[in-house]
C-alpha cells in the first residue's frame, strides 16, 4: 500500500528538511526540491530527504546517513532504530555513527533490494531474515571487498517498502584497506 506518499508531511520530516536546508543549501537545485514544492507530501518529502542523506554520505557525513538509514519512515526497528550488525550487542546509533563518521579509510554503502513478489516467495520481508542472510554472507562480501574477514565491520537496516524491499549496508574495514573490483562488485 503506496498510500501513506498522499499523506501530509510529518513533523519529523519538516525538521529534517529544515535541517538540510540548512545544510545543503543547493538542495534546492534538485528535481526532489522541485517536486516536493509542488506537491509538499509524505512521498516527496522522503525522496528529498533519500537524497539529502546520499549527499551528505558522498560529502563525508556518514552519521547523518546512518541515522537516515536507521530511522527513516518503513524501518522495521530493532530496539530503539533499524540498525542491525554481524553482532548481538544493542547499538547505540549514536556512537556508531560517530565511529563510522571518524573513520580515517573508505566507507562503502550497498543497497540490496528485491521485488516485492520474489521477498514474499523467499521470506526476505523482514530485518531478522536480512540479518541472518547478511551474517551468513558477510565473509564473502569482506571477500569481494579484499578486506579480511576479521577487519570487515557492517551496519545495516532493512526497508519495508512496499515494491521493493531492501537494506542499506554501510560497511568499512578496521584495519587492512580493501578496494572493490567489476568482479567483486559481481561476487557480492
Known sequence: ??????????????ELIQKLLDDIPEITDTHEWEDYKQNPNQ??????????????????????????????????????HGLFSQHDEEIDLGEVAKTVSEHPGNVWTMVFSLHRQDAER????????????????????AKAM??????FQWYAAFHNE???????????STGEEGYLTKFGIDDI
Do not use: F
Open 146 to 151: 579484499r578486506i579480511p574477514e576479521k577487519d
Open 43 to 80: 512521498g516527496n518529502a522522503s525522496e528529498l530527504i533519500r537524497w539529502g542523506a546520499e549527499h551528505q554520505m558522498q560529502s563525508g557525513n556518514p552519521d547523518i546517513y546512518l541515522r537516515y538509514i536507521a530511522e527513516r519512515p518503513r524501518v522495521e526497528k530493532v530496539g530503539d
Open 1 to 14: 500500500a503506496e498510500e501513506w506518499k498522499k499523506n501530509p508531511v510529518s513533523e519529523k520530516q519538516d
Open 122 to 141: 523467499l521470506s526476505y520481508n523482514n530485518a531478522e531474515s536480512w540479518r541472518t542472510i547478511c551474517r551468513a554472507k558477510s565473509g564473502l562480501i
Open 162 to 172: 512496499g515494491h521493493h524491499p531492501h537494506i542499506h549496508m554501510v560497511a568499512y
